[in-house]
Protein backbone atom coordinates (compact mmCIF):
# COMPACT_ATOMS: atom_id res chain seq x y z
CA UNK A 1 0.00 0.00 0.00
CA UNK A 2 1.11 3.19 -0.72
CA UNK A 3 0.07 6.63 -1.03
CA UNK A 4 1.85 8.46 -4.74
CA UNK A 5 0.35 12.00 -4.45
CA UNK A 6 -1.45 14.41 -1.91
CA UNK A 7 -3.52 17.10 -2.94
CA UNK A 8 -4.86 20.03 0.38
CA UNK A 9 -7.27 22.45 -0.45
CA UNK A 10 -8.36 25.12 2.41
CA UNK A 11 -7.71 22.23 4.66
CA UNK A 12 -6.64 23.39 8.70
CA UNK A 13 -3.60 25.78 7.48
CA UNK A 14 -3.20 24.73 4.44
CA UNK A 15 -4.39 26.49 1.42
CA UNK A 16 -3.24 24.88 -1.44
CA UNK A 17 -0.59 22.19 -1.45
CA UNK A 18 0.46 18.91 -3.78
CA UNK A 19 2.91 16.36 -2.56
CA UNK A 20 4.30 13.72 -4.55
CA UNK A 21 4.68 10.75 -2.04
CA UNK A 22 7.69 8.34 -2.96
CA UNK A 23 8.37 5.07 -0.82
CA UNK A 24 10.13 5.04 1.80
CA UNK A 25 10.54 7.48 4.85
CA UNK A 26 9.77 11.29 4.46
CA UNK A 27 10.07 13.85 7.47
CA UNK A 28 8.25 17.30 7.70
CA UNK A 29 9.92 19.56 10.11
CA UNK A 30 9.88 23.30 11.15
CA UNK A 31 8.73 25.08 13.94
CA UNK A 32 5.31 24.66 15.95
CA UNK A 33 2.33 25.60 14.42
CA UNK A 34 2.97 25.44 10.51
CA UNK A 35 1.02 22.89 9.86
CA UNK A 36 3.29 20.08 9.91
CA UNK A 37 0.70 17.59 11.64
CA UNK A 38 -2.19 19.13 9.50
CA UNK A 39 -0.33 17.40 6.51
CA UNK A 40 -0.60 13.67 8.36
CA UNK A 41 -3.84 14.49 9.40
CA UNK A 42 -4.99 14.84 5.87
CA UNK A 43 -3.33 11.46 5.22
CA UNK A 44 -5.23 9.77 8.19
CA UNK A 45 -8.45 11.40 7.40
CA UNK A 46 -8.84 10.04 3.82
CA UNK A 47 -8.19 6.36 5.30
CA UNK A 48 -11.25 6.67 8.09
CA UNK A 49 -13.46 9.79 7.25
CA UNK A 50 -12.45 10.83 10.55
CA UNK A 51 -9.58 13.19 12.43
CA UNK A 52 -6.84 11.02 14.87
CA UNK A 53 -6.89 14.25 16.69
CA UNK A 54 -10.38 13.66 17.21
CA UNK A 55 -12.24 16.82 16.43
CA UNK A 56 -14.79 17.43 14.44
CA UNK A 57 -15.08 18.23 10.28
CA UNK A 58 -15.74 21.74 10.75
CA UNK A 59 -12.57 22.23 12.09
CA UNK A 60 -10.81 21.24 9.64
CA UNK A 61 -11.62 23.67 7.18
CA UNK A 62 -9.49 26.39 7.21
CA UNK A 63 -10.18 29.76 9.10
CA UNK A 64 -12.39 32.08 6.19
CA UNK A 65 -13.01 29.25 4.03
CA UNK A 66 -16.50 27.04 3.86
CA UNK A 67 -14.90 23.85 2.04
CA UNK A 68 -12.14 21.85 2.26
CA UNK A 69 -10.88 19.19 -0.30
CA UNK A 70 -8.37 16.69 0.01
CA UNK A 71 -7.55 14.29 -2.83
CA UNK A 72 -4.83 11.25 -3.24
CA UNK A 73 -3.76 8.84 -5.46
CA UNK A 74 -2.80 5.75 -3.59
CA UNK A 75 -1.66 2.21 -4.93
CA UNK A 76 -3.76 -1.13 -2.80
CA UNK A 77 -4.27 -4.45 -3.34
CA UNK A 78 -1.87 -3.23 -6.43
CA UNK A 79 -4.65 -1.20 -8.47
CA UNK A 80 -4.51 2.24 -8.20
CA UNK A 81 -7.35 4.67 -6.93
CA UNK A 82 -8.33 8.30 -6.49
CA UNK A 83 -9.45 9.04 -3.75
CA UNK A 84 -11.52 12.60 -2.85
CA UNK A 85 -12.89 14.05 0.05
CA UNK A 86 -14.70 17.14 -0.01
CA UNK A 87 -15.50 18.60 4.04
CA UNK A 88 -18.33 20.97 3.79
CA UNK A 89 -19.22 23.67 6.65
CA UNK A 90 -22.51 22.33 8.15
CA UNK A 91 -23.10 19.73 5.85
CA UNK A 92 -22.49 16.60 5.25
CA UNK A 93 -19.26 15.79 3.34
CA UNK A 94 -18.83 14.15 0.18
CA UNK A 95 -16.64 11.57 -0.50
CA UNK A 96 -15.48 9.80 -3.92
CA UNK A 97 -13.28 7.06 -4.76
CA UNK A 98 -12.27 6.35 -8.92
CA UNK A 99 -14.94 9.29 -9.17
CA UNK A 100 -17.67 7.31 -7.66
CA UNK A 101 -19.40 8.31 -5.00
CA UNK A 102 -19.71 6.93 -1.64
CA UNK A 103 -22.83 6.43 0.51
CA UNK A 104 -21.61 5.30 3.65
CA UNK A 105 -17.98 5.30 5.56
CA UNK A 106 -17.82 1.66 5.75
CA UNK A 107 -17.36 1.39 1.93
CA UNK A 108 -13.73 3.49 1.54
CA UNK A 109 -12.56 1.70 4.71
CA UNK A 110 -9.42 -0.76 3.54
CA UNK A 111 -8.72 1.86 0.27
CA UNK A 112 -6.17 3.35 2.06
CA UNK A 113 -5.00 2.15 5.55
CA UNK A 114 -2.66 3.88 8.09
CA UNK A 115 -1.23 3.34 11.41
CA UNK A 116 -0.82 6.90 13.53
CA UNK A 117 1.50 7.11 16.46
CA UNK A 118 1.53 10.02 18.42
CA UNK A 119 2.13 11.83 21.41
CA UNK A 120 -1.05 11.28 22.60
CA UNK A 121 -0.92 7.67 22.32
CA UNK A 122 -0.12 8.14 26.17
CA UNK A 123 -3.61 7.84 27.22
CA UNK A 124 -4.53 4.26 26.15
CA UNK A 125 -2.52 3.15 28.78
CA UNK A 126 -3.24 6.46 31.40
CA UNK A 127 -6.73 7.53 30.24
CA UNK A 128 -10.01 5.82 30.25
CA UNK A 129 -11.37 2.61 29.41
CA UNK A 130 -13.30 4.19 26.56
CA UNK A 131 -9.37 4.94 24.46
CA UNK A 132 -8.61 1.20 25.08
CA UNK A 133 -12.00 0.09 23.66
CA UNK A 134 -12.06 2.69 20.39
CA UNK A 135 -7.91 1.22 20.21
CA UNK A 136 -9.47 -2.11 19.61
CA UNK A 137 -12.60 -1.61 17.84
CA UNK A 138 -10.65 0.55 15.19
CA UNK A 139 -7.69 -2.02 14.66
CA UNK A 140 -10.48 -4.35 14.47
CA UNK A 141 -11.89 -2.54 11.38
CA UNK A 142 -8.44 -1.94 9.91
CA UNK A 143 -8.18 -5.56 10.20
CA UNK A 144 -11.57 -6.29 8.26
CA UNK A 145 -13.40 -3.44 7.34
CA UNK A 146 -16.64 -5.58 7.81
CA UNK A 147 -16.38 -5.39 11.57
CA UNK A 148 -17.20 -1.81 11.39
CA UNK A 149 -20.90 -2.85 10.42
CA UNK A 150 -20.78 -4.61 13.95
CA UNK A 151 -19.53 -1.58 15.61
CA UNK A 152 -22.03 0.17 14.33
CA UNK A 153 -25.34 -2.05 14.61
CA UNK A 154 -24.21 -2.17 18.39
CA UNK A 155 -23.99 1.48 18.34
CA UNK A 156 -26.96 1.93 17.06
CA UNK A 157 -28.82 -0.45 19.03
CA UNK A 158 -27.42 1.11 22.58
CA UNK A 159 -28.37 4.78 21.58
CA UNK A 160 -32.22 3.42 21.26
CA UNK A 161 -31.99 1.52 24.04
CA UNK A 162 -30.96 4.29 26.39
CA UNK A 163 -33.67 6.82 24.26
CA UNK A 164 -36.42 4.33 25.27
CA UNK A 165 -34.90 4.13 29.02
CA UNK A 166 -34.96 7.68 29.31
CA UNK A 167 -38.24 8.61 27.09
CA UNK A 168 -39.90 6.30 29.80
CA UNK A 169 -38.97 7.59 32.65
CA UNK A 170 -38.87 5.15 35.06
CA UNK A 171 -42.26 3.80 34.26
CA UNK A 172 -42.20 0.90 31.52
CA UNK A 173 -45.79 0.17 30.10
CA UNK A 174 -46.41 -2.86 27.92
CA UNK A 175 -46.09 -0.64 24.73
CA UNK A 176 -42.44 0.27 25.59
CA UNK A 177 -41.94 -3.11 27.56
CA UNK A 178 -42.49 -4.69 23.66
CA UNK A 179 -40.12 -2.24 21.87
CA UNK A 180 -37.06 -2.71 24.64
CA UNK A 181 -37.56 -6.09 24.29
CA UNK A 182 -36.99 -5.67 20.62
CA UNK A 183 -33.92 -3.39 21.30
CA UNK A 184 -32.26 -5.98 24.48
CA UNK A 185 -32.26 -8.71 21.23
CA UNK A 186 -30.88 -6.33 19.20
CA UNK A 187 -28.30 -5.06 21.25
CA UNK A 188 -27.62 -8.95 22.41
CA UNK A 189 -26.86 -9.64 18.62
CA UNK A 190 -24.63 -7.19 17.56
CA UNK A 191 -22.86 -6.97 21.40
CA UNK A 192 -22.00 -10.55 21.82
CA UNK A 193 -20.47 -10.21 18.31
CA UNK A 194 -18.56 -7.57 19.03
CA UNK A 195 -16.86 -8.69 22.80
CA UNK A 196 -16.19 -12.52 20.22
CA UNK A 197 -14.23 -9.77 18.00
CA UNK A 198 -12.38 -7.79 20.64
CA UNK A 199 -11.41 -11.24 23.01
CA UNK A 200 -9.89 -12.89 19.90
CA UNK A 201 -8.44 -9.79 18.98
CA UNK A 202 -6.71 -9.35 22.54
CA UNK A 203 -5.71 -13.22 22.24
CA UNK A 204 -3.90 -12.51 19.02
CA UNK A 205 -2.36 -9.21 20.12
CA UNK A 206 -0.94 -10.46 23.75
CA UNK A 207 2.49 -11.99 22.18
CA UNK A 208 2.67 -8.77 19.72
CA UNK A 209 2.53 -6.50 22.06
CA UNK A 210 5.25 -8.37 24.95
CA UNK A 211 7.68 -8.33 22.31
CA UNK A 212 7.44 -4.94 20.89
CA UNK A 213 7.60 -3.56 24.58
CA UNK A 214 10.79 -5.97 24.93
CA UNK A 215 11.92 -4.63 21.77
CA UNK A 216 11.82 -0.97 22.73
CA UNK A 217 12.73 -1.31 26.62
CA UNK A 218 15.76 -3.49 26.15
CA UNK A 219 14.66 -5.11 28.78
CA UNK A 220 12.57 -9.01 29.37
CA UNK A 221 9.70 -7.72 31.29
CA UNK A 222 6.61 -9.30 30.66
CA UNK A 223 3.06 -7.92 29.40
CA UNK A 224 -0.20 -8.99 29.76
CA UNK A 225 -3.27 -8.25 28.33
CA UNK A 226 -6.72 -9.04 29.74
CA UNK A 227 -9.82 -8.70 28.37
CA UNK A 228 -12.70 -7.64 31.05
CA UNK A 229 -16.06 -7.56 29.97
CA UNK A 230 -18.81 -5.76 32.33
CA UNK A 231 -21.11 -8.63 31.88
CA UNK A 232 -21.59 -12.39 31.48
CA UNK A 233 -21.21 -14.15 27.80
CA UNK A 234 -24.72 -13.94 27.96
CA UNK A 235 -25.87 -10.48 27.24
CA UNK A 236 -28.96 -11.02 26.43
CA UNK A 237 -29.85 -12.80 29.71
CA UNK A 238 -27.39 -9.41 31.34
CA UNK A 239 -30.11 -7.07 29.70
CA UNK A 240 -33.28 -9.11 31.35
CA UNK A 241 -31.68 -9.09 34.63
CA UNK A 242 -30.35 -5.50 34.85
CA UNK A 243 -33.83 -3.95 33.02
CA UNK A 244 -34.98 -2.82 36.49
CA UNK A 245 -32.11 -1.00 37.50
CA UNK A 246 -31.13 0.54 33.83
CA UNK A 247 -35.11 1.68 33.69
CA UNK A 248 -34.18 3.10 37.43
CA UNK A 249 -31.01 4.64 36.34
CA UNK A 250 -32.14 5.63 32.72
CA UNK A 251 -29.20 4.13 30.92
CA UNK A 252 -28.03 0.79 29.75
CA UNK A 253 -25.53 0.07 32.84
CA UNK A 254 -23.87 -3.11 31.43
CA UNK A 255 -22.77 -4.33 28.30
CA UNK A 256 -19.53 -4.02 25.64
CA UNK A 257 -19.89 -0.08 26.14
CA UNK A 258 -18.07 -0.45 29.81
CA UNK A 259 -15.62 -3.26 29.23
CA UNK A 260 -12.05 -2.83 30.00
CA UNK A 261 -8.42 -3.75 28.38
CA UNK A 262 -6.34 -4.05 31.33
CA UNK A 263 -2.95 -3.83 30.76
CA UNK A 264 -0.06 -5.06 33.30
CA UNK A 265 3.48 -4.90 33.45
CA UNK A 266 5.08 -7.85 35.32
CA UNK A 267 2.24 -8.37 37.28
CA UNK A 268 1.44 -4.51 37.95
CA UNK A 269 -1.32 -2.50 36.83
CA UNK A 270 0.14 -0.35 34.01
CA UNK A 271 -2.21 2.50 34.80
CA UNK A 272 -1.43 3.01 38.35
CA UNK A 273 2.21 1.18 38.85
CA UNK A 274 4.12 2.33 35.87
CA UNK A 275 6.24 5.55 35.11
CA UNK A 276 5.90 7.77 32.42
CA UNK A 277 8.80 6.10 30.59
CA UNK A 278 6.87 2.94 30.91
CA UNK A 279 3.74 3.95 30.17
CA UNK A 280 4.98 5.52 27.36
CA UNK A 281 6.79 2.31 25.85
CA UNK A 282 3.37 0.42 26.31
CA UNK A 283 1.32 2.54 24.31
CA UNK A 284 3.71 2.51 21.20
CA UNK A 285 3.87 -1.28 21.77
CA UNK A 286 0.30 -1.36 21.26
CA UNK A 287 0.43 1.18 18.29
CA UNK A 288 3.49 -1.08 16.63
CA UNK A 289 1.57 -4.55 17.45
CA UNK A 290 -1.39 -3.25 16.16
CA UNK A 291 0.29 -2.10 12.66
CA UNK A 292 2.08 -5.59 12.12
CA UNK A 293 -0.89 -7.33 12.46
CA UNK A 294 -2.58 -5.58 9.59
CA UNK A 295 0.32 -6.01 7.81
CA UNK A 296 0.63 -9.50 8.22
CA UNK A 297 -3.68 -10.31 8.10
CA UNK A 298 -3.53 -7.62 4.60
CA UNK A 299 -0.02 -8.88 2.92
CA UNK A 300 0.77 -5.55 2.94
CA UNK A 301 1.71 -2.39 5.57
CA UNK A 302 -0.25 0.05 6.32
CA UNK A 303 0.82 4.15 5.83
CA UNK A 304 2.75 4.87 8.97
CA UNK A 305 2.10 8.15 10.24
CA UNK A 306 4.66 9.15 13.56
CA UNK A 307 3.38 12.94 14.60
CA UNK A 308 6.14 13.94 16.78
CA UNK A 309 6.87 10.86 18.72
CA UNK A 310 10.64 10.96 18.67
CA UNK A 311 10.31 14.28 20.93
CA UNK A 312 8.64 12.44 23.80
CA UNK A 313 11.65 9.36 23.60
CA UNK A 314 15.18 9.35 24.99
CA UNK A 315 17.99 8.12 22.53
CA UNK A 316 17.75 4.64 23.73
CA UNK A 317 13.71 4.15 22.96
CA UNK A 318 14.47 6.55 19.84
CA UNK A 319 16.99 4.02 18.17
CA UNK A 320 14.92 1.06 19.30
CA UNK A 321 11.83 2.32 17.60
CA UNK A 322 13.74 3.11 14.72
CA UNK A 323 14.89 -0.19 14.20
CA UNK A 324 11.30 -1.61 15.20
CA UNK A 325 9.84 -0.16 12.77
CA UNK A 326 8.95 -2.40 9.69
CA UNK A 327 9.24 -1.92 6.11
CA UNK A 328 6.93 0.05 4.29
CA UNK A 329 6.04 3.99 3.40
CA UNK A 330 6.32 6.38 6.44
CA UNK A 331 5.48 10.26 6.85
CA UNK A 332 7.09 11.67 10.28
CA UNK A 333 7.30 15.19 11.79
CA UNK A 334 9.72 16.67 13.79
CA UNK A 335 9.84 20.33 15.34
CA UNK A 336 13.32 20.24 17.43
CA UNK A 337 15.58 18.32 14.69
CA UNK A 338 15.44 14.86 14.21
CA UNK A 339 16.93 11.89 16.41
CA UNK A 340 20.23 10.58 14.92
CA UNK A 341 19.58 7.45 13.99
CA UNK A 342 17.19 8.54 11.86
CA UNK A 343 17.30 8.65 8.49
CA UNK A 344 14.77 9.85 5.83
CA UNK A 345 14.89 9.14 2.65
CA UNK A 346 13.66 13.14 2.03
CA UNK A 347 13.16 16.26 4.57
CA UNK A 348 10.42 18.72 3.45
CA UNK A 349 10.67 22.22 5.09
CA UNK A 350 7.02 23.04 6.49
CA UNK A 351 7.41 26.87 6.54
CA UNK A 352 4.10 29.42 6.48
CA UNK A 353 5.53 30.16 2.64
CA UNK A 354 4.99 26.27 2.10
CA UNK A 355 6.68 23.14 1.68
CA UNK A 356 10.05 23.23 0.72
CA UNK A 357 12.25 19.83 -0.17
CA UNK A 358 15.50 19.41 1.47
CA UNK A 359 18.16 17.12 0.50
CA UNK A 360 18.15 13.40 2.45
CA UNK A 361 18.98 12.93 5.91
CA UNK A 362 19.83 15.22 8.95
Partial sequence: MQLLELWLTDFRSHESVHLECPSGLSAFVGANG?????????????ATLSSFRGVPGDALIRSGADTAVVRARVISDDREHLVEAEIVRGRPNRVLVDRQRL????DLLGTLRVSVFSPDDLSLVKGSPGLRRDY???LAVSLHPRNDAVRSDWEKALRQRNALLKQVAGRLDDSAGLTLDVWDSKAAQAGTRLMEIRRTLIERLATS????????SGSQQRVDL????????????????????DIRRRL????PHRDELRITLDGMPSRTHCSQGE???LALSLRLAGHREVAREVGTAPVLLLDDVFSELDPSRCEALVRALPEGQSFLTAASGLPESVHPDRVIQVTREGLVERAGAN
Fill in 34 to 46: MGKSNLLEAIGYL
Fill in 103 to 106: RRTR
Fill in 136 to 138: LDD
Fill in 209 to 216: VETAYQQL
Fill in 226 to 245: VYEPSCADDLLETLRSEREV
Fill in 252 to 255: TTLG
Fill in 279 to 281: QRC
